[in-house]
């Protein structure tokens, strides 16, 4: 699994029409920095403005997902956006000199050969995840839409459709994992049945579409007289109207290809979100409004979580024991703060104390009612942030950190006997001369009870 964030190696630019507008549209793809996430800018409007896309900015889902911002909106968006987010790039600025996205083939194909020709960068940042740990679940009454979200180690999608329709009827799609999207999902196009295409036209859309961008479905005869005038509405050659089934130009991609190209939007839609996601999605009937619906839902978790607790599973082995942390801090009983180590990497670390009543602080802090003092998970969240410090060197025993400032501070809620503190401690700035600058986060299961700024010094012992 990836686990730096990652950006275009380079900018690349693609041209075609609008389904919705017609109009003839080129758009840029730019590598961005760490944390951007994805922008999209109208160079067409004056000054240029910037939107971010993110789910609250969505404000329409008929026919494809529209971004507004004040007076400046981009719609079609979510094709761009699912080639992106399944070749796992983070931070990207879009241009697009329309708007709305053009609509290419139909499907997401184009824009990850473009993507994958261009090549992706390694940025010095850690991955954000979005960990899903408890069902989440979204419905749609009007419509019968819902979907799941389910905790799993790795994205994973599930789609069912089911239409009132001879041709197309039910259909299921699955996604295992973001390595088969370019050869299982991304050529899947977009589709319409013949019998929506005038309300369409009335409400002054698809003017782009044709037989070669859409899957285009047939089910219900009617005259051959009002076949062939739709035809000519949307610019596109005469069919016999006895003939029903699939009538566009290219043939069916896939045998489910409209239930892959349902799975396609909801990849695109949850891009949205501003982060990866661990966690499998279960989506029925899906559509634009639901997809968003649970993107939002996902957005407000994060907002209300400024930063999610690290996933704790008790019954995996340490990455680090306990031998290894006394080999590695100076600390003894009863002052040695963290217990394990569950995850490590080159910038953060997560480390796990189990708070017990027979700790020797709550004979006076408090014996009627025991807290643990702030001072002390100062304490062990700044011996996690040691651990990964010394870990990294050749010779740690030869060497102890030392506390230069603490800033930023905040105790949320208190800790008492039979909690389990999870420690989340990461570099924000490279180590130079012997310092060491770090954010520290303290949690008791899902809820953040202290955070703190920390600067150190990395002496060698005399």
């Given amino acids: 699994m990836i686990t730096k964030q990652h950006t275009l190696k380079d900018s690349f630019s693609l041209q075609g029409k609008g389904l ?9 793809f730019n590598p961005a920095p760490i944390d951007y996430g994805y922008k999209i800018k109208r160079t067409d409007l004056p000054g240029q403005p910037v939107i971010d896309a993110v789910a609250e900015n969505v404000g329409n889902t008929q026919r494809g997902t529209v971004i507004v911002k004040n007076d400046v909106q981009i719609s079609t968006v979510e094709h761009a956006l699912a080639a992106l987010y399944a070749l796992q790039v983070d931070n990207c600025l879009i241009e697009v000199d329309a708007p709305e996205f053009p609509i290419l083939d139909g499907s997401a194909i184009e824009y990850v050969n473009a993507i994958e020709q261009t090549g992706l960068k390694e940025q010095d940042a850690e991955r954000n995840y979005y960990i899903v740990k408890n069902q989440m679940e979204v419905k749609d009454e009007e419509s019968g839409a819902s979907i799941v979200i389910l905790p799993c180690n790795q994205f994973v999608v599930n789609t069912l459709i089911a239409f009132d329709s001879l041709i197309l009827d039910n259909q299921f799609a699955t996604l295992d994992k973001l ?10 196009r977009t589709f319409v049945f013949v019998r929506e295409i005038e309300h369409l036209l009335e409400k002054n859309l698809i003017k782009g579409g044709d037989l070669d961008n ?9 005259s051959q007289d009002r076949f062939d005038q739709l035809a000519d509405k949307m610019k596109v050659g005469h069919k016999d109207a006895t003939r029903l089934g699939y009538i566009m130009n290219k043939p069916l991609a896939y045998p489910n290809e409209p239930a892959r190209h349902k799975l396609l939007d909801i990849i695109g839609d949850i891009a949205l979100i501003g982060r990866p996601i661990r966690g499998r999605i279960i989506a029925t009937c899906p559509g634009h409004r639901i997809n968003n619906k649970l993107a939002r839902l996902i957005r407000k978790e994060i907002k209300q979580n400024e930063v999610q607790a690290p996933l704790y599973n008790p019954n995996l082995p340490p990455v680090i024991n306990i031998n290894r942390i006394k080999e590695l801090l100076p600390h003894r009983y009863p002052f040695l ?11 953060h670390i997560v480390g796990v104390k189990n708070v017990s ?3 020797p602080f709550f004979q006076g802090h408090f014996p009627e009612e025991p807290v643990m003092p702030g001072v002390l998970l100062i304490e062990s969240m700044a011996q996690t942030g040691g651990i990964l410090i010394l870990n990294s060197l ?4 030869r060497y102890s950190t030392y506390f230069l400032k603490i800033d ?34 303290c949690f008791v299961g899902e809820k953040l009870v202290c955070e703190a700024e920390f600067m150190a010094q990395i002496i060698k012992n005399k």
């Fill in 20 to 28: 919705h507008t017609g109009l003839k549209i080129n758009i840029k």
């Fill in 337 to 347: 703060m963290v217990e394990k180590i569950i995850e490590i990497g080159d910038k």
């Fill in 408 to 441: 930023s501070v905040k105790f949320r809620q208190k800790v008492v006997p039979g909690d389990t503190l999870i420690f989340r401690l990461e570099l924000t700035m490279e180590i130079r001369r012997g310092i060491a600058n770090m954010k520290g986060y």
């Fill in 214 to 222: 859409a899957i285009v479905i047939y089910e219900r005869q009617i």
């Fill in 179 to 188: 390595e088969d999207f370019k050869n299982e999902i991304a050529a899947s």
């Fill in 394 to 397: 050749d010779e740690p025993h």
């Fill in 357 to 359: 009543v027979n700790e």
